[in-house]
């Protein structure tokens, strides 16, 4: 079974400022997507950014990055210039080709943004 | 721009009672997924749906069914339900499945079982 960790329970970053979420996953996949969701207090789930296994590109979207690694299984969320409403839980997740469509999420880690 | 749509928000049933979720997708979008999200826990999948049929199931108890009609809505029935049941309910719907495109998350529906 695919899994999926996020080593950093909680993170914290000064406002304007950049930080770095780390996630790792484990799969024997060769097919897959890698995706971040932020899930403000609010607790909608928001898609953030995705990324292609098979693109060797990283994913940017305005001020959110990764930082794809796939022989490390590595897939990280770097957020520049960031903003107070950045401020929320963000979940590392895996969709593979034998596990359907599904949504296999990391922990999740919580950002604090500080002013 | 349409969103998912869940309701009702916000309910609470007593122990062994039964309850039911709804899910009204983005329209155009064919295919519905089902996560429980427990306190201060990542999304877990429960079941989905594409053309009205079950494609995926994952750790749904027996005591839930779910189902997909033909206006591509889906609820969540759950029956005698325990205090361990209480969790958010996300439906995530997509516009096509085997492919993996992005699952856009509705707001979610918090059940709490006292």
């Known amino acids: 079974a695919q899994t999926v960790t996020q080593s950093q329970p909680e993170m914290s970053v000064q406002e304007a400022e950049t930080v770095t979420l780390s996630c790792t996953y484990d799969?024997?996949?060769?097919?897959?997507?890698l995706f971040w969701y932020k899930q403000p207090p609010s607790r909608q789930m928001i898609l953030v950014i995705r990324q292609e296994a098979y693109k060797q590109q990283n994913a940017t979207e305005n001020r959110f990055s990764v930082n794809f690694q796939k022989a490390a299984k590595s897939f990280s969320l770097k957020i520049s210039d960031s903003q107070l409403g950045d401020a929320a839980m963000y979940f590392c997740?895996?969709?593979?080709?034998?596990?359907?469509?599904?949504?296999?999420f990391g922990e999740g880690t919580q950002l604090t943004v500080n002013p | 721009a349409a969103g998912v749509i869940q309701s009702p928000r916000h309910l609470i049933k007593e122990k062994r009672e039964t309850a039911t979720l709804k899910c009204y997708p983005i329209?155009?979008?064919?295919?519905v997924y089902w996560y429980q999200q427990g306190p201060g826990q990542d999304p877990q999948f429960l079941i989905s749906?594409?053309?009205?049929?079950?494609?995926d199931k994952g750790s749904i108890p027996d005591r839930f069914s779910a189902q997909q009609f033909s206006d591509y809505h889906s609820e969540l029935n759950m029956s005698s339900l325990e205090l361990g049941d209480s969790a958010l309910y996300f439906c995530?719907?997509?516009?096509?499945?085997?492919?993996?495109?992005?699952?856009?998350f509705g707001p979610g529906t918090r059940l709490t079982v006292t």
């Open positions: 749906f594409y053309e009205k049929m079950q494609s």
């Open positions: 995530a719907s997509s516009p096509r499945a085997g492919a993996f495109y992005e699952q856009y």
């Open positions: 329209p155009r979008h064919d295919t």
């Open positions: 799969t024997s996949e060769s097919d897959y997507y």
């Open positions: 997740a895996y969709a593979g080709e034998t596990s359907g469509s599904r949504l296999t």
